[in-house]
């Protein structure tokens, strides 16, 4: 999928600290002249210093996906279903460990972290499927 100048987007991190979160961002620069390299702004990621600036980092092709679509906000997850997590400023994908309340215990293989995180910060996990373009 080609990406165009405005698009939001995600960006599937590989970075140390953020591996296997998804981080929103926008598309500053269609795809760059020397491969299939994109430049994108974070929107919760920020520079470093006395006056921060949003990040912005040139991310190849295979780490970046559109956003997913919008969807009705979940009532109910079931026990160990699949879902993102928005914490330290992106999406996690975890499986639901347990429920209280209006609360969901969330696992997260990556970390072997189980944390409690309220319906508002929970999606459906989706996957984007790139060769046939949808999400599954």
Same mark, same amino acid.
């Given at each position: 999928?080609?990406?165009?100048?405005?698009?939001?987007?995600?960006?599937?991190?590989?970075?140390?600290?953020?591996?296997?979160?998804?981080?929103?961002?926008?598309?500053?620069?269609?795809?760059?002249?020397?491969?299939?390299?994109?430049?994108?702004?974070? @929107?919760?990621?920020? /520079?470093?210093? +006395?006056?921060?600036? %949003? #990040?912005?980092?040139?991310?190849?092709?295979? $780490?970046?996906?559109?956003?997913?679509?919008?969807?009705?906000?979940?009532?109910?997850?079931?026990?160990?279903?699949?879902?993102?997590?928005?914490?330290?400023?992106?999406?996690?994908?975890?499986?639901?460990?347990?429920?209280?309340?209006?609360?969901?215990?969330? @696992?997260?293989?990556? /970390?072997?972290? +189980?944390?409690?995180? %309220? #319906?508002?910060?929970?999606?459906?996990?989706? $996957?984007?499927?790139?060769?046939?373009?949808?999400?599954?």
């Amino acid at each position: 999928m080609e990406f165009v100048k405005g698009d939001k987007v995600e960006v599937c991190s590989k970075e140390d600290g953020f591996f296997g979160s998804y981080l929103e961002a926008k598309v500053v620069s269609s795809k760059l002249p020397y491969g299939s390299y994109y430049k994108v702004k974070y @929107y919760n990621l920020v /520079t470093e210093g +006395e006056d921060p600036l %949003p #990040l912005i980092e040139i991310i190849s092709s295979d $780490e970046i996906r559109p956003m997913p679509p919008k969807s009705e906000p979940a009532v109910m997850f079931s026990l160990h279903e699949k879902v993102d997590a928005f914490d330290l400023d992106g999406w996690w994908v975890g499986e639901i460990t347990g429920r209280r309340g209006d609360l969901f215990s969330v @696992y997260f293989a990556t /970390t072997n972290e +189980e944390c409690v995180y %309220p #319906l508002k910060r929970l999606r459906k996990h989706l $996957e984007w499927d790139r060769v046939n373009r949808v999400w599954v």
